[in-house]
């Protein structure tokens, strides 16, 4: 008895377990649920449109800005590439915790592209599974918290959202951050609200995977703490104390890359995060619920939220008092839009309305609540085809206006310039990070260069120059050109006065928009003003090379330097053009041979105005000791630049004859020589000095192709300058 009495007292002072689900007995109007199979039909009917939505067409918008990120960061290896225990190509790790996204796309897109290549409709297709994936995730979590009829309203804004349509068709990490905040809130409901041990799995794989996607995924963590700390008595201490310890194995996982930023962060590149102002909210609206639709037609819909607020009224989102799932979904959708907000406000520029993509799931599931409230089924129905309709229009101005802001048209600028540009031409990007999406579209083998900083955005860590530099720099990519050519990203903040625009308008002989408005960004009078991407062509006041001239290293140098190939369409292709070797686009070989102390050429095969260019890799100057059959000269080759030495400065035929080059410190080595209006662009052979009938065969293999240039050798470009 007494053991039966202890067994009794245990049982009895047991904490009776509550149901913390709010399971309430509905009002027979209310009550009718599609059945299991009209749930699956009508579930399977949205995910073939979204998957439509996500896997037609995916190529129709050019690779864009960030896209181009995406590649150089993935391109990079796993470990770091040392030379004489020298870092000479940092790690994929080193290169993204430099910057401001975690590694786990990144790591995920180098796999995919060391697998599959970088086409474009590849490249974007683990995107567009992640979204397409988002839409289920999303039905799962609104059923978890409400009814099957609430999650297919849910599910119908998610599969025709704009938003995430857009998002799906990006090489960008967004669409897996919106699957896993959406996995990682469903684990936690599962485990807190209906008891399931198996969500708290769920939940700490999808938060782990979420953080390491991206940072803003720590705002839904906060959203998800707060909820539980809040109403912990209610579900129980073991489950606040399960809560606890799968967040504190998060932040041991987390160690190793937070060691990895203190190493290496040193204030990344701007993203371009804008600050807010009171349109922020209403234009975020917009953006969540209809997708990036053009300027002009954007403000107009912001002039209608007023609008909602007696729609809300009358569809009685408030008159039911809050509930906790309410609170849970609030949270999440508003506590990332208020921090966001906040830190902008108060401290720098931290908003970007893609970053909120992980409060947008709270926001459809609330609006199916308020929907789900119609009385009739016809009424429900009738609200579901107009919120297709709606999303269809606004998908449709968001895929085909020119003036989406976010379109960024890289593909129809250079493929324009391919066209039209001929040798004696020259062609810049306007910011260093510009070169990403130019580079995987660019067939062109003339000069590219990326125009320098003139004013950093806040806290980013960039060179900066002077106007009187900036002066410099251009005279120096001009000297002995004909045509300018210059992409312009009209979003960018490095130049907020435009100071590049304003010398290059008033130091040229003459411009030509091809591409965007003829002045600033968004001008109403002109609508092409709305595009982000600019093409402008300078006719070049002429300025005659010097026989020794200076130039900046080019962008297709600056990705040799850094072990990428020459174009992002094959990131991971050899890097280094070997000696010899002739690319069949416009103009000479610019790609450097891979770096070395002593470069040696033979007699050319044939005799000819000759020139020499030599580039240096390097942080310092380089003095480099030229040994040619009449003795020898010193050259100092500035740090990270081209010395170029044409005809006049040689006596006749000397450079032309058998020669050698010796450094210090590696560089690289072009000779040209032009004969009868043809030009032989040649790589000399590094390494010790060769002679004898191995020496001229090398040599003749050396010379490479003979190429029509259509220049005279005044206006005769060496190789890699």
Do not use: C
């Not at 799962?140 to 009814?147: D, E, F, I, K, P």
């Not at 459809?364 to 709606?390: E, K, P, Q, S, W």
């Not at 100057?621 to 050259?635: A, Q, S």
């Amino acid at each position: 008895m007494a053991m039966e009495r202890s067994a009794t007292e245990r049982v009895t002072t047991r904490p009776a377990y509550v149901p913390t689900i709010e399971v309430k007995t509905p009002p027979v109007a209310e009550a009718a649920q599609p059945s299991r199979w009209v749930s699956a039909a009508a579930l399977a009917g949205l995910l073939a449109a979204a998957a439509f939505f996500r896997l037609w067409n995916s190529t129709a918008q050019s690779l864009r800005l960030d896209e181009g990120f995406s590649i150089r960061f993935a391109a990079h290896p796993i470990l770091p590439v040392t030379r004489g225990g020298t870092v000479v190509v940092p790690s994929l790790f080193q290169v993204v915790s430099a910057d401001v996204h975690p590694p786990g796309y990144f790591l995920l897109l180098h796999v995919w592209m060391r697998a599959f290549g970088a086409n474009l409709a590849v490249l974007r297709l683990p995107s567009e599974l992640a979204g397409l994936l988002a839409v289920p995730a999303l039905f799962l979590l609104a059923r978890s918290l409400y009814s099957p009829r609430v999650a297919l309203l849910a599910t119908v804004l998610g599969a025709f959202s704009p938003f995430w349509i857009w998002h799906a068709q990006e090489a960008r990490m967004y669409p897996f951050l919106l699957l896993f905040t959406i996995v990682s809130t469903y684990g936690l409901v599962e485990a807190i609200w209906h008891r399931h041990g198996w969500g708290w799995l769920v939940y700490g794989i999808g938060s782990f995977l979420a953080i390491y996607t991206h940072y803003y995924a720590f705002m839904v963590l906060a959203a998800q703490g707060l909820f539980v700390l809040a109403y912990g008595r209610s579900y129980g201490w073991r489950a606040v104390r399960t809560w606890f310890l799968v967040n504190v194995a998060l932040a041991v996982s987390y160690v190793p890359w937070g060691l990895m930023l203190l190493a290496n962060y040193r204030g990344a590149s701007n993203p371009n995060l804008q600050q807010v102002n009171l349109y922020t909210p209403l234009t975020m609206l917009s953006n969540f619920l209809l997708g990036y639709l053009s300027v002009p037609l954007t403000s107009q819909v912001v002039a209608l939220w007023p609008l909602l607020v007696p729609l809300g009224l009358a569809l009685g989102a408030f008159a039911r008092g809050v509930s906790r799932r309410a609170i849970l979904l609030w949270l999440l959708f508003a506590l990332p839009i208020a921090v966001s907000f906040a830190v902008s406000l108060a401290v720098r520029p931290f908003y970007s309305v893609r970053y909120l993509v992980v409060s947008v799931p709270a926001l459809y599931i609330l609006i199916a609540v308020a929907l789900d409230r119609f009385r009739g089924r016809v009424a429900r129905v009738l609200t579901a085809g107009a919120l297709i309709a709606i999303s269809l229009v606004a998908w449709h101005v968001q895929e085909t206006s020119p003036a989406n802001p976010q379109a960024e048209n890289y593909r129809s600028a250079v493929q324009y310039i391919e066209a039209h540009a001929r040798p004696g031409d020259v062609v810049a990007v306007d910011a260093p990070y510009n070169q990403d999406a130019f580079s995987y579209y660019s067939h062109i083998n003339l000069p590219v260069y990326a125009l320098p900083f003139l004013q950093p955005a806040t806290g980013a860590a960039v060179p900066t120059v002077s106007p009187t530099q900036l002066r410099q720099y251009v005279h120096q990519i001009e000297a002995g050109e004909h045509r300018l050519w210059v992409i312009y990203y009209l979003e960018s903040n490095y130049d907020p006065h435009n100071l590049v625009r304003q010398y290059l308008a008033y130091h040229s002989a003459g411009a030509q928009v091809i591409y965007g408005g003829p002045y600033q960004r968004n001008q109403p009078q002109y609508p092409s003003s709305y595009q982000s991407v600019q093409l402008v062509r300078y006719q070049v006041i002429p300025r005659p090379a010097p026989a020794t001239e200076v130039r900046p290293e080019t962008v297709q140098e600056s990705r040799a330097l850094t072990n990428l190939s020459p174009t992002l369409r094959r990131p991971f292709a050899s890097p280094f053009g070997a000696p010899g070797a002739q690319e069949p686009y416009i103009g000479p070989l610019l790609v450097p041979a891979q770096p070395a102390r002593s470069w040696h050429f033979t007699a050319a095969p044939q005799p000819g105005d000759a020139h020499l260019t030599i580039f240096n890799p390097n942080p310092a100057t380089v003095v480099v000791t030229v040994r040619t059959v009449d003795g020898t000269r010193v050259l100092d080759v500035p740090a990270s630049a081209n010395l170029a030495v044409a005809a006049g400065a040689w006596k006749p035929g000397e450079v032309a004859g058998a020669l050698s080059l010796q450094a210090p410190q590696p560089i690289t080595a072009t000779r040209s020589v032009i004969n009868g209006g043809r030009e032989t662009i040649a790589n000399a052979w590094p390494g010790p000095a060769r002679s004898g009938t191995a020496a001229a065969a090398e040599g003749r293999a050396a010379s490479g192709p003979v190429v029509q240039t259509g220049r005279t050798p005044g206006h005769a470009r060496a190789a890699g300058s």
